[in-house]
């Protein structure tokens, strides 16, 4: 079992189009110390990191020159490692986490597990293609890399919502909560949550 002391994750990784470090501490207090170059998504990394109550400093500079799009999916990238790294065989969590959240006319349902089979479904339409200068869709490849590499079941609907603000902070609230949740230790448990023992 992962003891609390060692709930922490921390990676590295530079490549040709970006250079991203990201510390995670699971047994956090929502502290959050954010920059990308990318303002939309320190904004949405600050929400998730707060609504999760985890630690979370990542420092990312990407050839956003070109767009988001690399500095982006890489920070799911980097970001989902470290919770794979923070959990180790992931043994007396919760395993699974899920929430509502409300945000004016938006409604945004999450459910997730943290199963050790990475997959996405992804039930959200923005009909406006910016924010300011974000690209809305980049918000689905952040979470299809993040569950990939978190091992994660991730399951994200909008049931209904029109300002594309609105709905992407919805989504990355929600996500933040049930994450929090999945990854809570369970009084009890020894192991895994699971009847075959592992995961």
Do not use: W
Request: charged share 20%; aromatic share 8%.
């Amino acid at each position: 079992m992962v003891s609390i002391a060692t709930r922490r994750g921390e990676v590295e990784r530079k490549t040709h189009e970006t250079e991203i470090r990201v510390l995670l501490e699971l047994d956090g207090a929502g502290q959050a110390e954010i920059a990308t170059g990318v303002g939309f998504m320190d904004h949405m990394l600050t929400l998730f990191t707060v609504h999760g109550f985890f630690n979370l400093n990542i420092t990312a500079q990407g050839d956003t020159f070109i767009d988001d799009h690399h500095t982006v999916e890489d920070i799911g990238i980097c970001l989902g490692q470290a919770f794979a790294r923070a959990l180790g065989d992931k043994s007396g969590i919760n395993r699974y986490g899920s929430d509502y959240v409300p945000m004016d006319e938006t409604l945004v349902r999450v459910c997730l597990d943290f199963s050790n089979r990475p997959f996405l479904h992804y039930g959200v339409v923005i009909a406006d293609q910016k924010v300011g200068t974000f690209d809305t869709a980049l918000t689905e490849e952040f979470l299809r890399a993040l569950s990939l590499h978190a091992g994660m079941t991730l399951h994200v609907d909008m049931l209904h919502g029109q300002n594309a603000h609105h709905i992407i902070e919805a989504v990355f609230k929600a996500v933040g909560r049930a994450m929090g949740e999945a990854v809570s230790l369970r009084q009890g448990l020894t192991g895994a949550l699971s009847s075959k023992g592992s995961l």
